[in-house]
């Protein structure tokens, strides 16, 4: 899987946008780039993936460079709600020989200012 | 529908006892899967299933079973417990591969 880069902590006031930015600068052509986050004392939570095209559902939007080299998630009306920590990553549909494990870095972790 | 399903939420166990983490989905998911997650770190997988009867190692598999007997339920045995296996353990399941991953909300396991 390539590797990705996030900034460790970033902060957003609350009905902001949170806009956060990941490096994959050693992405394949088949590899997607899925958002999960965590919230505190719970299991990471699926927000969205994309491979070349902008994504969009109820939770977020998902901003990929035409280079594919870097994405943003984007959350577009943030609440105290939404501190978590944020983790992206970036994977080809299937690993192969069954193997479908997420590898989880350390994230981004967003606080939300009221 | 509940999703994933884990128990106990919490345990503490003595060094050298034994304990078997259940999980289960009720979203007719093939894939199952076990992580671990030490603290101020990111998650590790343990072991993974495709399917009922199938189950295979992930990257931290030692110290650690599991067993797949129907779709719905994945558990995580661990045999001799020792301190180092102090964390937290989710478990997720996915319709496919490729597809998002439902976890659980986490077994946090203490080894004293």
């Known amino acids: 899987d390539a590797k990705t880069t996030q900034p460790p902590s970033m902060d957003c006031a609350e009905g902001r946008a949170a806009n956060l930015p990941c490096n994959h600068s050693t992405i394949s052509g088949n590899e997607y780039v899925y958002w999960y986050r965590q919230i505190h004392s719970q299991g990471p939570q699926y927000i969205i993936h994309?491979?070349?095209n902008n994504e969009t559902n109820e939770m977020a939007s998902l901003i990929i460079t035409e280079d594919r080299k870097s994405s943003t998630l984007i959350l577009p009306h943030a609440t105290l709600r939404d501190t978590a920590v944020y983790y992206c990553i970036v994977r080809p549909p299937s690993s192969g020989g069954g193997a479908d494990g997420l590898t989880f870095g350390k994230g981004t972790h967003l606080i939300i200012q009221p | 529908n509940a999703g994933v399903t884990q128990t106990p939420k919490f345990r503490i166990l003595k060094i050298g006892q034994s304990m078997t983490l259940q999980c289960t989905q009720d979203?007719?998911?093939?894939?199952m899967y076990w992580y671990r997650q030490d603290p101020g770190m990111g998650l590790k997988l343990i072991y993974y299933s495709v399917g009922a009867g199938i189950t295979d190692k992930g990257e931290v598999p030692n110290g650690y079973n599991v067993s797949r007997s129907t779709t719905e339920d994945f558990p995580l045995r661990l045999e001799l417990a020792a301190p180092s296996q102090t964390s937290v353990y989710f478990c997720?399941?996915?319709?496919?591969?490729?597809?998002?991953?439902?976890f659980g909300d986490g077994t946090r396991l203490s080894i004293l």
């Open positions: 997720a399941s996915s319709f496919r591969v490729g597809q998002p991953q439902h």
């Open positions: 979203m007719n998911h093939n894939y």
């Open positions: 994309g491979l070349k």
